[in-house]
């Protein structure tokens, strides 16, 4: 024993002769690390599933000057997963009350709340380039691509982040290092805000989804996330948050809001199917019609009057088409009289099963198939949509999964385990992570990948972003130039385009009024044709993209344009005399400048035979009304046009190769 105690002795003395270079730690954190959390100031974009999570995270973490932004009010479908909101703050912006909530968290951070749109002119590049770094929580691929492009002008770092299900995906986006948001293809957008699926539906999902979720509200479960009243709380319909919070809080009693349920109100008319029809497609829809603001930029609804079809006895109703049952589209009468037939036989199964009984939707029981194609059908027929078949229906209908809370916060925690090694300066440690459903082979939840580098073809980080564009130029409106193309298709806010046509002739001006009357003009009035090259430009994003027109009189119908790559030698080149040559970097102080691109090497596996165009060459007239100018001057305080809002699945990368979960593509997530 004593030859022991003296051996513990002399290790003893030899430790504490030996100089330790300690690391100093603040709570888990180096203090190094630490001490630039507390000093540096970061943008949260998105208050909502995952921003509520990312907000409490960050400021436990250590996080002192945040800035989070969102243009929603809270509604009574989000108290199950965004955790920092209560009844009580039903109708409130969402930005404010998860600043006051994140703040019990930790009294001494500083936090500023927007209650406004992200794609605002005000929040420009100068904005941007105030945070060390930028965190997406969205819902919506216009906002993310807008965010993507800001970010990249800014040249700071963005994590991305997305959740569908019990998927999610963190990425991290460097100009110059890695990937950008639109550096790949993104598939159909299949999740969508509750305001889009109860107020302004633009597509067909809209209004499948809408339907499922009446199904329930009358038959089934109900769910304060499938309500399909009008939203009364939709951002879009007010700017004002106060009178936004007064139209939400109908009861004003600490957030109780007082609604009587659609079943509770078909059962008071014993489910009469006419009624909840003039109801559905008639009142609710004349209600929505009141909300002025959201039909400024949209074709308003037209309400449908039971009594009115009948008494017509639609003459105008098509005889079915040939084919199997499934895969004809009736007219709208005929959606009329399923919807009537289906109600009453759901309410016959309803009643057989008691008092209290519940209905379970199933896309391959008749009568459940039945409603939803009818109920669907007449919301695509009021929102002027081409309606479709029993068949397409049901494939759309079949796939459709909620919001999950606890996927949120596993995304929002990596979210901010990305941001630590970005402010620690190990850039080269971030990845992009997966969360799967299942583990993968190697039994793991949790996948990440290696951050692919810039794409070289890509139309927003490139060095001179170029895409070639199909279009008929005879039928092309310059108004669906603006719209479909520029905005929808390629994320722009406030395009400015000028053809380069050695005159610097301007077709669309970002500034108001300047060149509206171009707008029902077609593209070939102004001497486009096969082979002609747009210069677009968007001064809020500094982002400038050159578009080759490719002319085609054999697009498949209902199909306006066609990207059809970004290789600019995939059009012909235009035989008229093209002015000065310039380089155009995004993000560079001379982006406002004009561009004519050289040639980019062609793809080897995307070769495209062309007709050749023989159209002779047309001038555009003194009647076309195009201002003239060689360049074009950057615009502050541009007018902008918020293109529809939604937000994606998870995309898979290629990259990923233990993700082997290949049977989600057709999953749509609501959050």
Known sequence: MPKLTASILVLQAEVEAVPINMVQLVGSLRKELADSLSTSKVLVVGAGGIGCELLKNLVLTGFKNIEVIDLDTIDVSNLNRQFLFQKKHVGKSKAQVAKESALHFCPSANITAYHDSIMNPDYNVEFFKDFILVMNALDNRAARNHVNRMCLAADIPLIESGTAGYLGQVTVIKKGMTECYECQPKPAQKTFPGCTIRNTPSEPIHCIVWAKYLFNQLFGEED??????????????????????????????????????????????????????NKLFKDDIMYLLTMDKLWKKRKAPTPLVWQQLENAGCPREESPSSGLKDQQVLGVWGYCKLFRESVETLHSLLAEKGDGAELVWDKDDPPSMDFVTAAANL?????????????????????????????NAVIAGLIVLEALKILAGEMESCRTIFLN???????????????DPPGANCFVCANKPEVTVKVNVHKTMVLSLQDKILKERFGMVAPDVQIEDGKGTILISSEEGETEANNSKFLSDFGIRNGSRLQADDFLQDYTLLINVLHSEDLERDVEFEVVGEAPDKAPPPQNNQGEVHNVANGNNDSAQPSTSSKVPAEDDDVMVVDSDDDADAEASSSSAAVTSATKRKHANAEFGETPTKRPRTDQSSAEADHDDDNDDDIIALD
């Open 224 to 277: 304060a996330d499938q309500d399909v009243s009008p939203d009364t709380a939709d951002p879009e319909a007010s700017w004002n948050p106060e009178e936004t919070a007064t139209r939400a809080t109908a009861a004003e009693m600490d957030g109780d809001v007082k609604r009587v349920s659609t079943k509770q109100w078909a059962r008071r008319n014993k489910y009469d199917a006419i009624k909840l029809f």
């Open 437 to 451: 459903k299942c583990p993968n082979l190697r039994k793991k939840l949790l996948v990440p990948c290696i951050l």
């Open 379 to 407: 919301r695509m027929y009021i929102f002027s949509m081409n309606m479709k078949s029993r068949f397409d229906v049901k494939s759309m209908a079949g796939n459709i999964i909620p919001a999950i809370a606890t996927t």
